[in-house]
């Protein structure tokens, strides 16, 4: 798997029916190792190991309903509240982030009204703040560290 943008994590891997599988700390199982799900993991660590959220405030690939219609979220955060405090969402390295990825975590984030929302390939990561009265995103240059 290609190099990402991310610090340097040690994962678990299996081979099953000749596909390679990865195990996820949140999910508790192994899941088949794809592109997008190697950023999906690397991004997972990074909120664990560097930004210090619990495991048990995560959630991984989940699914929600935006205007009538399924859809699934790749990561998470709450709040201790139950509030959620952060959405993730990653796309294979290979895919560049545009405005349609922009679109799509803002459509999601109208059900969920997360605080925060970070886009990344595992190339490049794009974080942001919700300002809920313009109903609008401002960028930031980092996303806050777990803070109790």
Not at 81 to 93: F, N, T, W, Y
Not at 125 to 147: G, K, V
Request: hydrophobic letters at 35%; glycine letters at 2%.
């Amino acid at each position: 798997m290609q190099k990402l943008n991310f610090p340097t994590y040690s994962f678990r891997f299996k081979n099953s029916e000749n596909k390679p599988f990865i195990f996820d700390d949140i999910r508790k199982k192994f899941v088949v190792l794809q592109p997008e799900e190697w950023v999906r993991q690397h991004c997972v660590q990074f909120l664990i190991e560097e930004k210090k959220y619990p495991k048990s405030l995560i959630n991984v690939e989940k699914e929600l309903k935006v205007n009538g219609l399924k859809k699934r979220y790749d990561i998470v955060i709450f709040n201790s509240d139950g509030s959620i405090h952060l959405i993730v969402e990653c796309k294979a390295a290979k895919i560049s982030i545009n405005q349609n990825t922009f679109d799509q975590i803002a459509r999601y984030n109208l059900a969920l009204n997360a605080k925060y929302l970070m886009i990344t390939n595992g190339i490049n990561h794009y974080y942001c703040t919700m300002d809920f009265e313009d109903q609008r995103y401002h960028f930031l240059n980092d996303i806050p560290s777990y803070n109790l």
